[in-house]
């Protein structure tokens, strides 16, 4: 089935330069020269806060510590930007950032959370030998040395 459908839609070309590309990335992971950079959905899983979320909770924070704080809707504003603005505000309503990084300490040390929904995809992913992993937007980013 699925065959049928990549020969339809993929030349024989397209197909063998699939599969040659397939071969050195397995081949690169297998090294152990290369980088995992993870995206944040796979950690929805384990109970952690996609990064709206995380948005969220941490403008529940500033406005916990001044009402004249405006919250934006998340699906119109630059998201990096807003987090910035949300850590600013905390900052200069308290004079120090203790309640902004115990939150995201509160959010993101919970193990046993994480360790009892962790699925087979999580086991095997860290079984891989990648040399270090990074939590980012991109599911594999891999390099060669030289």
Known sequence: MITEN???IFTLAE???N????QELTDLILSGQSLLAVGAGCSIELGYPTWKELLEELANVAGDCGKDFNKK???RVDLLQYAD???Q????KEGRLDKYYNRIYELFSSSKKAESNCTEFHKNLVKLPFKG????NYLIFSGRKG
């Open 89 to 92: 505000y905390i900052e200069k």
């Open 73 to 75: 809707d998340l699906n």
């Open 15 to 17: 197909r063998e330069e």
């Open 6 to 8: 990549l020969e339809s």
């Open 85 to 87: 603005e949300i850590k």
């Open 133 to 136: 992993t990074r939590r980012c």
């Open 19 to 22: 599969e040659a590309r397939k």
